[in-house]
């Protein structure tokens, strides 16, 4: 056997970039993960599963699966997108920044709606972003200087489980040789999470006065008079609280979908970065969305630099369009707008409501995943591709911004396709399609 180092797990935003994978002499087989999460290893492992496919497969009639070729299923792909009219390319953010800009050009040439997970997820922290800016760092910064730690409407235990050893809670760093014991840790959840649990303060929330609550502190920043209680915290907490913010020396908000996808939605944020930037009044802040998907960051930042936008980008009328609630997937699938959905590197089938699942359902379908999944089991034709990050490299983008390049650590099943190449044939059949 031989040890792969320095391997990236491709699951979270984190992006953990410290793993080892041992694996088999030819390379062939991958046999144990060390250092990730029980997740990320999990996606390692799932590679080597018996029962994973390695052929394409088209839905017949009766429900049945049919296997099919490559070349046919690139065929049934190009034709489905170059006959449409409004094709929607949803997904994104579990591949490569490589395979996003094929699929970006695909996008372009059949006028398709492209939008990533943000939709769901942290694209109102971008929204927030577009209106007011955000005080920024790196979690390299996190570590090395991070002596107040906030987590508001996020569970990293759960939902990034090395996030904390690594970068936020735990880890010594240059100025925070103390690791745990120097830093103080605020959890504001509606929940007593595992996160909460660790945490030096817990604000036990009301359930969507996030808004409330963001703004109350403010207040209590410049010391002005507050009710008694706010969002169902008592001043005095809130006080407390902002004391415990102003007297650090570097101060990190990390934030997730229990802000972004409450009531107040992208307001919320706007009053979260207002926090921050009053924040820098009195010592050094800086503000993070926990990003989800290994590269929902990359996909908006390659959309950012092509389209100018990194989310909900409605290229139709032969130039980028953007207007969140209008040429968003759900906005569109519910108003019947688009007429083919084709989704690489995202499963909406199990995080859209039922009604927008029930319209990808009903309409010419294709779904690009290693595993199967809710989407593809109501897609008509199912592509299984290597899995990024394990069976190929490619660049993809932490939740800080920064650009890591991810290993390929084992040998994809023979025959099988990457998502990059596969989008690359498409695009070439649909550039011969359309007599280009
Ligand atoms: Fe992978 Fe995220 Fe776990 Fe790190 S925390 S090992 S990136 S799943």
């Not at 090395?144 to 990293?156: E, K, L, M, T």
């Not at 915290?233 to 020396?249: C, D, F, M, N």
């Amino acid at each position: 056997t031989k040890t792969v180092t320095d391997v990236v797990c491709p699951f979270c935003g984190t992006l953990c970039d410290d793993l080892e994978v041992v694996v088999s002499d030819d390379g062939k087989q991958l046999l144990e993960v060390y250092n990730a999460c029980a997740i990320g290893a999990e996606k390692f492992l799932h590679s080597q599963a018996e029962d994973r496919l390695t052929r394409p497969r088209l839905q017949q009639e009766d429900g049945s699966w049919k296997d099919v070729t490559y070349d046919e299923a690139i065929e049934y792909t190009a034709q489905m997108l170059a006959s449409s009219t409004k094709p929607l390319m949803y997904g994104w953010s579990s591949t490569n920044c490589e395979a996003q800009g094929v699929g970006s050009e695909i996008g372009e040439i059949t006028g398709a709606v492209m939008d990533n997970t943000a939709t769901v997820c942290h694209g109102t922290s971008l929204i927030a972003v577009q209106d007011i800016g955000i005080p920024h760092c790196t979690l390299g910064e996190v570590k090395n200087r991070a002596d107040r730690v906030v987590f508001w409407g996020c569970n990293p235990a759960h939902a990034h489980p090395r996030h904390m050893s690594r970068y936020s809670i735990f880890p010594r760093g240059f100025f925070t040789g103390k690791g745990h014991k120097g830093r103080k840790v605020i959890v504001i959840d509606p929940r007593k999470t595992d996160t909460a649990n660790v945490a030096d303060v817990h604000l036990q929330i009301e359930q969507g006065r996030d808004y409330e609550l963001l703004d109350a502190l403010r207040v209590a920043f410049k010391g002005l008079p507050l009710p008694d209680v706010v969002a169902g915290i008592p001043k005095e907490q809130i006080y407390e609280a902002a004391e415990v913010l102003k007297s650090g020396r570097f101060v990190i908000i990390f934030f997730g979908m229990g802000v972004t996808q409450s009531l107040g939605k992208n307001h919320n944020i706007d009053e979260a970065i207002a926090v921050t930037r009053d924040l820098n009044e009195y010592t050094k802040a800086a503000i993070m969305p926990m990003r989800g998907h290994y590269n929902v960051t990359g996909s908006g930042a390659v959309w950012g630099w092509q389209f100018g936008f990194p989310f909900a980008v409605d290229l139709s009328r032969g130039f980028a369009r953007y207007n969140p609630g209008e040429t968003t997937s759900n906005d569109l699938l519910r108003r019947g707008e688009v007429d083919s959905v084709f989704v690489l590197g995202s499963d909406p089938g199990a995080h859209f409501p039922f009604s927008s699942v029930k319209k990808i359902s009903e309409l010419p379908s294709v779904c690009i995943d290693p595993h199967q999944t809710p989407t593809t089991a109501v897609c008509k034709l199912h592509v299984p591709v290597a899995f990024v990050g394990v069976e190929i490299g490619g660049c993809a983008y932490r939740m800080d911004n920064v650009p890591i390049e991810t290993r390929k650590v084992v040998e994809a099943p023979e025959g099988m396709m990457t998502d990059e190449e596969f989008l690359e044939k498409v695009l070439v059949r649909i550039k011969e399609i359309k007599g280009e």
